[in-house]
């Protein structure tokens, strides 16, 4: 997994579990797997085996095991455009570690469901619960758990119009990731960073920051980190004049995956399109924009596209 291999992870693990002959360790190599499946862009599957982990470890009698891996599994689906049932997953898997013990499972499970209450745009809920796991993993140096608060605490702080601290939290965990060789968090890092650049007006800056970033996740065949960093340079080129560019990357997404990102990239496109006079691109996208991911931020982007799409090719097209 540290080689971002994530597909031949999986079938060691799963090799390791049929031979093991603990349903405890069999459980946790499961997990193992379905973090393995995710990895590899494989977010369904990584679904499918989640649940079987979480299924073995519960037999097992590791409780708090399994409500972790309920966790991930609610970050999938959050990833997948399915905040809602998310949301309700992480809720669960929280209520079920929260019996005042402030050991990693409550760290990990406050991290998570701050993920997800920030995707919804519940911001003030959000901060509680990433400063209750900042608490934790900061005490007990879970380095993994506090970059992923950190990193969701910046985001927070710059939707509440925060951009100094936001922007001091979120270079300080891109570098802790960096030193900790934890390469999904510094892209997520990166990605959080990028967006606050981004909304001072510093594109070529936003873009330098993704590009070196980008390179390191290609060059280890990370497509986890790649994803998000590809939905967040492209807005970027767009807005730098790099039409062709951003085209290409939002195409590339959304071949290689359907998931929050590439919906991410598509709903940036329609000033590009609109401005090239391509209006069966525009009708297209019109169509490829309709589902609910239940990310607040998405649905803002989204009703904006929708408003640049039927100002264009109106009054025969109607934005819902």
Not at 7 to 19: D, G, I, N, P, Y
Not at 162 to 170: C, D, I, K, S, W
Request: glycine residues 8%; contains cysteine; negative net charge.
């Amino acid at each position: 997994m540290s080689l971002a291999l994530g597909r031949e992870a999986r079938r060691h693990f799963e090799q390791a579990a049929e031979l093991a002959s603990e349903p405890v360790l069999r459980g946790k190599l499961i997990d193992e797997a379905a973090t393995a499946t995710r990895l590899a862009g494989d977010l369904t599957d990584s679904l499918e085996v989640s649940a079987k982990a979480v299924e073995l470890l519960r037999a097992a009698g590791l409780d708090r095991d399994a409500a972790q891996a309920e966790s991930r599994a609610a970050l999938t689906l959050q990833e997948l455009g399915r905040v809602g049932e998310a949301a309700e997953r992480v809720a669960r898997a929280y209520e079920a570690v929260d019996d005042g013990t402030e050991d990693e499972a409550m760290a990990d499970l406050a991290q998570a469901r701050a993920s997800i209450e920030f995707a919804r745009g519940n911001l003030e809920e959000a901060l509680t619960l990433t400063d209750r796991s900042l608490r934790i993993a900061d005490g007990r140096r879970l380095g993994p758990t506090l970059v992923s608060a950190l990193i969701i605490k910046g985001s927070t702080l710059a939707e509440l119009g925060r951009p100094n601290e936001a922007t001091a939290l979120l270079r300080h965990a891109a570098e802790l990731a960096t030193d900790q060789g934890l390469s999904g968090e510094a892209g997520w890092a990166l990605f959080s960073l990028a967006d606050t650049v981004m909304a001072g007006g510093r594109y070529a800056e936003a873009h330098e920051l993704l590009k070196e970033r980008l390179e390191v996740a290609r060059t280890r065949g990370d497509l986890a980190a790649e994803r998000p960093l590809l939905a967040q340079d492209q807005a970027a080129l767009a807005a730098l004049g790099r039409w062709d560019d951003a085209l290409r990357e939002v195409a590339e997404l959304a071949e290689r995956g359907d998931d929050v990102w590439a919906a991410h990239a598509c709903i940036t496109m329609p000033p590009v399109l609109a401005a090239r006079g391509d209006l069966a691109g525009l009708q297209e996208l019109m169509n490829q924009i309709e589902t609910d991911t239940g990310w607040s931020g998405f649905e803002e982007m989204k009703a904006m596209a929708r408003a640049t799409i039927q100002r264009v090719i109106a009054p025969g097209i109607r934005a819902p």
